[in-house]
């Protein structure tokens, strides 16, 4: 997207808004990002369907900030029919994981208590639109699977793409089979969106694929982002429900999620993006065959 239109939009919506600099923080699947005067962030949709995305955020977000021990952005101007539509809210303070360069201790303890918190909220309280049980996962994933089946898997070497099946096969099996306690997720977990000031959790960000889901998947992102290690140590200090296939899950969400970027740069016909994920597929399988 091209920052000045978004610039011109803020302007052209909130008139009384100086804006003094700015800079592009992500160019990301769904939104394009813009920071303004180090103080404001401000996200616009790809696509149309994303307004409603941002929608549903931005709702979400105020009614589970107050029942979470660390920070999420609230949405403070929203603008549906702006051109580009935009939300904006106050940058939340600290430093994203992925850019520092040690991890302090306390911050998987933070984390471990903010999943717990957030694991433990009532989804008809935080979702009251949505009515997903169990088999409506279930039928999520097997969308997803077909999707990657017809659109990703062709393009795989035959190794690869057995080494895949293999694991839709056995998600799917599980999920079918288990009985699986969902709750409100991140959806996206990963260490960008996780922030960190003084040594301690500041915030998390980035909610757009928040849902009613399976928790083992907000820490596969861990796991998938951070290691496995990191991973465990958050879970010590998470208090919610860990079945017997918690950790099959986590490992099998996992080792599917380049299957997400792979799709994207299909879409994009990006073919670094391409092969980044087709490493980040292969890694897995390798190890399972050694």
């Not at 180090?38 to 941002?54: S, T």
């Not at 279930?138 to 659109?151: D, T």
């Not at 057995?162 to 998600?171: D, I, T």
Request: include cysteine; charge should be neutral; glycine fraction near 8%.
């Amino acid at each position: 997207m091209d920052p000045k239109q978004c610039l011109r939009s803020i302007q052209k919506a909130v008139s009384a808004f100086q804006i003094r600099s700015f800079r592009p923080i992500c160019d990301g699947w769904d939104f394009f990002v813009l920071e303004v005067n180090g103080e404001w962030m401000f996200r616009f949709p790809r696509r149309p369907k994303g307004i409603a995305q941002l929608k549903r955020e931005a709702a979400f977000l105020e009614k589970v900030s107050p029942h979470l021990p660390g920070s999420v952005p609230r949405y403070e101007r929203i603008c549906w029919d702006s051109d580009p539509p935009f939300g904006g809210y106050r940058k939340v303070a600290g430093l994203s994981l992925s850019d520092a360069r040690n991890i302090p201790p306390d911050v998987f303890a933070d984390l471990g208590c903010f999943l717990s918190a957030l694991h433990s909220l009532p989804p008809e309280e935080v979702f009251p639109s949505d009515s997903m049980g169990q088999a409506d996962w279930v039928a999520l994933w097997q969308r997803r699977v077909r999707l990657w089946g017809e659109r990703v898997l062709r393009e795989l070497d035959p190794f690869l793409e057995s080494a895949v099946r293999g694991w839709f096969r056995r998600l799917l099996e599980i999920l079918d089979s288990s009985s699986v306690r969902l709750t409100p997720i991140h959806g996206d977990l990963s260490a960008e969106h996780i922030l960190i000031r003084n040594g301690r959790l500041s915030g998390v960000i980035d909610w757009g694929d928040a849902c009613w889901g399976d928790p083992a998947l907000d820490f596969a992102a861990l796991w998938y982002d951070m290691g496995e290690t990191l991973a465990r140590e958050t879970a010590r200090h998470y208090t919610g429900q860990q079945d017997a296939t918690f950790w099959i899950r986590a490992d099998l969400y996992r080792k599917l999620a380049p299957l997400h970027g792979l799709l994207h740069a299909l879409e994009q016909g990006d073919r670094r993006l391409w092969q980044t994920n087709i490493r980040r597929l292969e890694g897995p399988s390798r190890d399972a065959n050694r």
